[in-house]
């Protein structure tokens, strides 16, 4: 939509605003006017217009074009000869297609520089320029692409590293819409997802948006990861942390029941907590080939309700040990406390 109106007053920030500033305001506005939301007689008018500000003002590149140059910039604001920026946000990241998990294409590029409309088309400002020396073609009105939708989509922790479908319930124009979402293996948190053409319908016979998909990625009781690396608290006593011991370690097949269930790990004499035992390509694997490894982090604990004998078999152990305090650097901070 054109509109002359600042993209700082519309947002309700200023112009210094920091880029988190920015997205707050957004999000808040967006909820406040959103169609399926607002009934207000411009509800869709002013979604639109906050949808258009944000677009410009997130990506630094074009708001330093704005700061500069204000709605006679070329390419957005409704001035130029290709008519207005279309007001579903592009993003600058790289996508995984939930239909396909391909990369964003040439034709997001020139989307993403001529709103929706093709490099060479009526629409962009070469196009304008070709219209008008051709027959003045360039006053018709141009296919306006559908804005895209945003929404978090949460998934298990099981899901997430092995992939698998979702199904994603959505209310898009006050119609009530299911959509099988595809999951690659190996996604991590706060990745994005796109579901093309799934978004709000375009106008003038254009092309509807997308819905961008955010993941939060659920936890699990036993297992964490760190990237594609899995890792699992192993516990063991104080006797076998000093003197060693083999142990059995869960996979993520005792889970899933997918692959192998269990590993041998043998802990060497003198592990303490926090010790990380490793085996290799035992971790999540994605999509793209990526392996990672499978970690144990030793926890050593202490016994509870000893025997009378217990207490003085550790005691005279204690005897004989070597007060780990009193070495550097413990003992440099804390001094002839120590003990």
């Known amino acids: 939509m054109a509109t002359s109106k600042d993209y700082y007053d519309t ?17 808040k506005l967006a909820r406040q006017h959103h169609p399926d939301v607002s009934k207000a007689p411009d509800a869709a008018t002013r979604f639109g217009e906050v949808q258009e500000a944000y677009d410009v003002l997130s990506d630094d590149e074009k708001r330093r074009n704005y700061d500069r140059f ?45 709103g929706g409309r093709g490099a060479g088309g009526a629409g962009s400002p070469f196009g304008a320029r070709s219209a008008r020396a051709g027959g003045g073609g360039g006053n018709r009105v ?45 996604i991590e948190q706060n990745a994005k997802l796109r579901v093309r053409g799934k978004g709000h319908p375009g106008s003038q016979g254009g092309q509807a948006g997308d819905i961008i998909l955010t993941v939060d990625v659920g936890q699990h ?9 899995l890792l699992v608290d192993m516990p063991i006593t104080i006797a076998e942390a000093a003197l060693g ?15 192998p269930s269990t590993v ?32 144990a982090v030793i926890q050593v604990t202490a016994p509870v309700d000893l025997t009378e004998h217990d ?11 070597k007060n780990p305090r009193e070495s550097a650097p413990f003992a440099d901070l804390i001094g002839d406390q120590a003990s």
């Open 221 to 229: 009781p036993f297992f964490r990861r760190e990237g594609l690396d």
């Open 11 to 27: 947002l309700g920030v200023p112009r210094n605003a920091t880029a988190d500033e920015i997205r707050k305001a957004y999000r």
């Open 245 to 259: 011991v083999t142990v059995t370690a869960p996979l993520l097949g005792a889970v899933t029941g997918q692959g």
């Open 311 to 321: 207490r003085i078999l550790l005691g005279d152990l204690a005897k004989g040990l």
């Open 70 to 114: 204000g709605h006679a910039t070329p390419g957005f604001g409704g001035v130029g000869a290709g008519g207005p920026r279309q007001s579903g946000r592009q993003s600058s990241w790289s996508h995984v297609d939930a239909s396909g998990f391909d990369t964003e294409d040439l034709s997001g590029i020139f989307e993403q520089m001529f």
């Open 142 to 186: 141009q296919p306006q692409r559908g804005a895209d939708l945003e929404h978090r989509l949460a998934i298990t922790f099981i899901t997430a590293a092995l992939g698998g479908t979702e199904e994603l319930r959505l209310t898009i124009n006050g119609e009530p819409t299911t959509i099988s979402v595809k999951i690659p293996a190996g």
């Open 264 to 295: 041998q790990l043998k802990v060497p004499p003198g592990t303490g907590s926090g010790q990380k035992l490793r085996v290799r390509g035992k971790g999540l694997a994605d999509v793209k080939g990526g392996t990672g490894d499978y970690y």
